[in-house]
Antibody, heavy 119, light 111 residues
Framework: QVQLVESGGGVVQPGRSLRLSCAAS????????MHWVRQTPGKGLEWVTI????????YYADSVKGRFTISRDNSKNTLYLQMNSLRVEDTAMYYC????????????WGQGTLVTVSS | QSALTQPASVSGSPGQSLTMSCTGT?????????VSWYQQHPGKAPKLMIY???NRPSGVSNRFSGSKSGNTASLTISGLQTEDEADYYC???????????FGGGTKLTVL
C-alpha cells in the first residue's frame, strides 16, 4: 500500500533554514507528481508546492516563492522541501501528498511533520 | 492567492442529506473541472473524497457526491452518519501564478 513518511520537522529560529523529507513506498514514485501542503494548528489547509514526476516542473504558493525549494530524488524515492528564511507564520504541520488521478488531485497523504518557527 | 470560499460550518441530523459549497472564480473552479474534496478528522491527515468535480476514488462511500455550477462546486453527503463529522476542504487547479488553491474548510457537525 502507498506509504508517505515525512521527517525533518522541529523548532527553528526565524531566518534560519530547515529541510523536510518525505520517504515514499508502495508505488512507483518516479511516475507521480508530488506536493507539499501545510496546516497551521487549528486552521485550514494551504497548498505549498508541487514538483512533476521527473522534477522538470515546479510551482509554488506566493507565500513561499523565493524562500522554499521543492526537489526529489527518484533513485531514493524521496521528496524534499528546503525551507530558507523561515518566518513565524511558516509554523505548521507539513504534509507530503501524491498527485494521483492527475497532478491536481492529492490522493494519498503522509501523517505530517511539525515545523515550529520561534525565537 | 485567495482561498476558495467555503461556509465555516454546517450541521445535519443522522440520515439527512446535506450539501456544502465551494465558491471560486473563472480562474479556478469555474474554468476547469479540476475540483477535489478532502475530509479531515481531528488529528488525522486529509483523505480524498471526490476528484475532478464528481468522481469518487475506490473505497469512498457512494453517499458522497460532487457537482459544479459556474464558479461554485458542491459536495453532497446523503444518509448522514456520525462518522461523517469532520472538516471538509475543497481544492481546485488554478491558472494563476500558482497551481492549486484550497478552500478555508467547512466543519460538519452531525447532531
Amino acid at each position: 500500500q502507498v506509504q508517505l513518511v515525512e521527517s525533518g520537522g522541529g523548532v527553528v529560529q526565524p531566518g534560519r533554514s530547515l529541510r523536510l523529507s518525505c520517504a515514499a513506498s508502495g508505488f512507483t514514485f518516479s511516475t507521480y507528481g508530488m506536493h507539499w501542503v501545510r496546516q497551521t494548528p487549528g486552521k485550514g489547509l494551504e497548498w505549498v508546492t508541487i514538483i512533476s514526476y521527473d522534477g522538470s516542473s515546479k510551482y509554488y504558493a506566493d507565500s513561499v516563492k523565493g524562500r522554499f525549494t521543492i526537489s526529489r530524488d527518484n533513485s531514493k524515492n524521496t521528496l524534499y522541501l528546503q525551507m530558507n528564511s523561515l518566518r513565524v507564520e511558516d509554523t505548521a504541520m507539513y504534509y507530503c501528498a501524491r498527485g494521483g488521478y492527475g497532478d491536481n488531485v492529492l490522493d494519498d497523504w503522509g501523517q505530517g511533520t511539525l515545523v515550529t518557527v520561534s525565537s | 492567492q485567495s482561498a476558495l470560499t467555503q461556509p465555516a460550518s454546517v450541521s445535519g441530523s443522522p440520515g439527512q442529506s446535506l450539501t456544502m459549497s465551494c465558491t471560486g472564480t473563472s480562474s479556478d473552479v469555474g474554468g476547469y473541472n479540476y475540483v477535489s474534496w478532502y475530509q479531515q478528522h481531528p488529528g488525522k491527515a486529509p483523505k480524498l473524497m471526490i476528484y475532478d468535480v464528481s468522481n469518487r476514488p475506490s473505497g469512498v462511500s457512494n453517499r458522497f457526491s460532487g457537482s459544479k455550477s459556474g464558479n461554485t462546486a458542491s459536495l453532497t453527503i446523503s444518509g448522514l452518519q456520525t462518522e461523517d463529522e469532520a472538516d471538509y476542504y475543497c481544492a481546485s487547479y488554478t491558472s494563476t501564478t500558482t497551481f492549486l488553491v484550497f478552500g478555508g474548510g467547512t466543519k460538519l457537525t452531525v447532531l
